[in-house]
C-alpha cells in the first residue's frame, strides 16, 4: 500500500513551492488563480488530505466544532446530534459529541481540556451544560466562540437558539382544560434544566387564566427519563382524588406514565388522558402514540451549528413549537378510583 501523499509530494507535482501549497490550504488571498488552481488539481490527484494538526500549527481553521451534552433521553439527544450533523456534513466540518456531567465539580475543567487537547473551532451547548456557570466560565476564558441550545439564563451572553417552553406548556395545559380536564397532574424536568422551570411556569399560567386552583400536590418531581416517569405515575394516581390527566415535561416521563396505566388496567385515554412534550420517536411509537408538544429539536441544534460557523455578532433565534394531537387525550369520564 503506497504512503499517504504529503504537502511536500503536492508542491512537487504542482510545481510550487511548499509555502505556495500551505498558502493555498489556508485561503491566503495573495495566490494566483492559475498557481492556486494548479495546486488544488495537484491535491485532488495525489488524494492529498492535510492533517488536522498541520492546519492547527499553522494558525488554520481545524474544521471541527464540539457537542457538549449531559441530557437524560436518547431520544431528545439522537435529534440534537442529528440537526448539528446535518449542517456539518453539508459544510465540511467534523463533529465532536462530548457527554459531561454537569454536576461533577471538574466539569470546567473538562471543558477546557476538551478545547484545548482538541483545537476544535467552536462549541455548541446543548441544555442543561447549556446553563452551567462552571462551563460558561471555562469558555469565556478560553475566548472561543459557542452557541447555546434553550439557555435559560444570560440571554445576552452568547448566541442562542431557543423555543417558548412556557408557552408551549400553557398551550398544552390549555388543550386538557379545553377538553374538559380540571384535575391535571403535572411531572416537572430535571431540577438542572432551566426549561422544567419554564415548562412547569406555563402550566401555572394555564390554570390560572382557566379559574382553577394550583394544588401543589398534583405536581411531582421528575428526571425527563422513563423511571422518574414511572415514580410520577405512581405517585399521582395513588391519590386519594387522583387526576383525570397527566402532563408530563418530556416524552420519555410520558411512557412512563403510559407504562403505570397499563399494569393497573387503567385505560388511556378512556380513564386517563397522558400527554408529553418533545414529540421524540417514542411518542409515535408507545400505545396509544402520545398527544405532545414538537420541539424542533433537530432544527435548534441545525440553526445553532448555522450560526456558530456564520460566526458575526451575537444572535438570537427563536423556533416555533406545534401540539401535536394524537390518540392518549381524550375528555374525562370519571375518577380512577
Known amino acids: 500500500m503506497s504512503e499517504r501523499a504529503n504537502i511536500r509530494d503536492v508542491a512537487a507535482r504542482a510545481g ?35 492533517s488536522v ?3 492547527i500549527l499553522s494558525g488554520a481553521k481545524s474544521n471541527q466544532i464540539a457537542l457538549i451534552y449531559d441530557n437524560h433521553s436518547p431520544y431528545y439527544m439522537f435529534q440534537i446530534q442529528t440537526g448539528c450533523w446535518d449542517f456539518c ?15 461533577d465539580p471538574q466539569v470546567g475543567e473538562q471543558v477546557r481540556g476538551l478545547v484545548t487537547e482538541t483545537h476544535v473551532d467552536g462549541i455548541i451547548l446543548s441544555s442543561p451544560v447549556t446553563d452551567c456557570d462552571p462551563v460558561l466560565r471555562a469558555l469565556e476564558a478560553l475566548d472561543i466562540p459557542f452557541v447555546r441550545i434553550s439557555p435559560g439564563t444570560n440571554h445576552a451572553l ?33 431540577p438542572n434544566h432551566m426549561a422544567s422551570d419554564d415548562r412547569l411556569f406555563g402550566y401555572r399560567r394555564a390554570l390560572d387564566r382557566a379559574g382553577i386552583s394550583f394544588e401543589p400536590g398534583l405536581v411531582c418531581d421528575g428526571e425527563f427519563d422513563f423511571d422518574s416517569g414511572v415514580r410520577g405515575g405512581r405517585m399521582l394516581l395513588d391519590l386519594p382524588d387522583p387526576p383525570t390527566a397527566i402532563f408530563a415535561s418530556n416524552d420519555d416521563m410520558a411512557a412512563g406514565v403510559l407504562a403505570v396505566a397499563h399494569d393497573r388496567g387503567i385505560t388511556v385515554p378512556g380513564q386517563l388522558s397522558v400527554t408529553g412534550f418533545d414529540d421524540t420517536t417514542l411518542a409515535r411509537t408507545v400505545w396509544p402514540p402520545l398527544t405532545t408538544i414538537h420541539q424542533p429539536m433537530a432544527e435548534l441544534a441545525r440553526t445553532a451549528t448555522e450560526i456558530l460557523i ?28
Open 53 to 55: 494538526a498541520a492546519r
Open 89 to 103: 456534513r453539508a459544510n465540511g466540518i467534523r463533529l465532536l459529541a462530548q457527554p459531561v456531567d454537569v454536576a
Open 158 to 190: 452568547t448566541s442562542s437558539v431557543y423555543m417558548d417552553d412556557a408557552q408551549a406548556a400553557d398551550d398544552m395545559t390549555t388543550h386538557l382544560i379545553n377538553k374538559g380536564h380540571r384535575r391535571i397532574g403535572f411531572i416537572k424536568g430535571h
Open 16 to 50: 510550487v513551492a511548499v509555502k505556495t501549497v500551505s498558502r493555498v490550504l489556508n485561503g491566503h488571498p495573495y495566490v494566483s488563480a492559475d498557481t492556486r488552481t494548479r495546486v488544488e488539481e495537484a491535491m485532488r490527484a495525489l488524494d492529498f488530505r492535510p
Open 310 to 337: 456564520a460566526g458575526g455578532d451575537i444572535t438570537h433565534r427563536r423556533l416555533p413549537h406545534q401540539l401535536i394531537e394524537r390518540a392518549s387525550v381524550a375528555p374525562p369520564t370519571r375518577n380512577l378510583a
